[in-house]
């Protein structure tokens, strides 16, 4: 029987992320190993088939291999470092969060009033956690990679393999944290649209109050709530993303340092540069002469 990291290779053939046939799952590949470094990751399950990530947040390392699993129940940048093994690429398994689904299967949960991971209270708000590879996830999982192998499979079975995992996340540890994702009036719940639309709007003015409104909370709730969830301040988030997007476009897409501070947010080129610097540890423009030099 092939591996999970045999099933994935044949579908991850550039480096970076690769879509596959069943939507909302895709097939990462890395052949180098990297250091720390910022990243914006999206909410959902990354499961590793060869190699090991580490995810560096609030002082804390999350790290993840093939014996766990990765859940990110709301979009989240932090810093992140990979290792690639000796004998081939890093390949994961990557499963964006289909909310419709976690929905009923939460209804489920709730008729057949299911104990355990899922229906524990959640003291605690988890915008990202590491739970093991059971057995049962395991086979889940290679039958979802499976599926991606074969245009005909992956149609007609990809939703339901995809729900199969989602199962298998819920029942797991820190169950209870993707619940809240659909439960009214948790704090994932009311702060999950109002991250997206950071997200999705990141270059444009955002104003706190606004956000806090679109959380429907006080802006005081709002700072304490996002803080808690989000290990930094509303203004740190935004702040973090914006730079993070600009050095990949300075990295990935050899913009300008001016046309990038304007492409995510900034008016003032000059503010631009000073905060890259000291978010950064080098100016903007040491990232452009780096790419000209590889080049």
Same mark, same amino acid.
């Given at each position: 029987?092939?591996?999970?990291?045999?099933?994935?290779?044949?579908?991850?053939?550039?480096?970076?992320?690769?879509?596959?046939?069943?939507?909302?799952?895709?097939?990462?590949?890395?052949?180098?190993?990297?250091?720390?470094?910022?990243?914006?990751?999206?909410?959902?399950?990354?499961?590793?088939?060869?190699?090991?990530?580490?995810?560096?947040?609030?002082?804390?390392?999350?790290?993840?291999? %093939?014996?766990?699993? #990765? &859940?990110?129940? /709301?979009?989240?940048? =932090?810093?992140? +470092?990979?290792?690639?093994?000796? *004998?081939? %690429?890093?390949?994961? #398994? &990557?499963?964006? /969060?289909?909310?419709? =689904?976690?929905? +009923?299967?939460?209804?489920?949960? *709730?008729?057949?009033?299911?104990?355990?991971?899922?229906?524990?209270?959640?003291?605690?708000?988890?915008?990202?956690?590491?739970?093991?590879?059971?057995?049962?996830?395991?086979?889940?999982?290679?039958?979802?990679?499976?599926?991606?192998?074969?245009?005909?499979?992956?149609?007609?079975?990809?939703?339901?393999?995809?729900?199969?995992?989602?199962?298998?996340?819920?029942?797991?540890?820190?169950?209870?944290?993707?619940?809240?994702?659909?439960?009214?009036?948790?704090?994932?719940?009311?702060?999950?649209?109002?991250?997206?639309?950071?997200?999705?709007?990141?270059?444009?003015?955002?104003?706190?109050?606004?956000?806090?409104?679109?959380?429907?909370?006080?802006?005081?709730?709002?700072?304490?709530?996002?803080?808690?969830?989000?290990?930094?301040?509303?203004?740190?988030?935004?702040?973090?993303?914006?730079?993070?997007?600009?050095?990949?476009?300075?990295?990935?897409?050899?913009?300008?340092?001016?046309?990038?501070?304007?492409?995510?947010?900034?008016?003032?080129?000059?503010?631009?540069?000073?905060?890259?610097?000291?978010?950064?540890?080098?100016?903007?423009?040491?990232?452009?002469?780096?790419?000209?030099?590889?080049?």
């Amino acid at each position: 029987m092939p591996t999970l990291a045999q099933l994935l290779a044949p579908l991850a053939a550039t480096e970076g992320y690769n879509p596959t046939p069943i939507e909302g799952v895709g097939v990462y590949r890395s052949n180098e190993t990297t250091g720390r470094e910022p990243l914006c990751y999206s909410q959902g399950i990354i499961i590793m088939a060869q190699g090991t990530k580490r995810v560096f947040l609030d002082n804390q390392v999350y790290e993840y291999n %093939p014996d766990n699993y #990765l &859940v990110l129940t /709301l979009p989240t940048p =932090a810093d992140c +470092e990979a290792i690639t093994p000796p *004998d081939g %690429p890093l390949l994961s #398994l &990557v499963m964006d /969060l289909d909310l419709s =689904a976690l929905h +009923e299967l939460v209804r489920i949960f *709730d008729e057949c009033r299911q104990t355990g991971g899922a229906n524990a209270p959640s003291l605690n708000a988890h915008t990202l956690y590491v739970a093991p590879a059971t057995r049962a996830f395991n086979a889940s999982v290679v039958r979802l990679a499976e599926a991606l192998n074969d245009p005909l499979a992956a149609k007609a079975l990809g939703p339901g393999l995809k729900k199969e995992l989602l199962l298998h996340a819920l029942r797991g540890p820190n169950g209870a944290s993707l619940v809240d994702l659909v439960r009214h009036n948790t704090q994932l719940s009311r702060l999950e649209p109002v991250l997206k639309h950071v997200h999705a709007h990141f270059s444009e003015p955002l104003d706190v109050e606004q956000l806090a409104a679109l959380a429907n909370m006080s802006p005081a709730t709002f700072h304490r709530n996002f803080r808690q969830v989000a290990a930094q301040s509303p203004i740190q988030y935004i702040k973090r993303i914006r730079l993070t997007r600009a050095r990949e476009l300075l990295s990935d897409q050899g913009v300008k340092v001016s046309q990038a501070a304007s492409l995510v947010g900034y008016e003032s080129a000059s503010q631009f540069s000073r905060e890259f610097k000291r978010f950064y540890g080098q100016p903007p423009q040491a990232v452009t002469m780096a790419l000209q030099t590889t080049a």
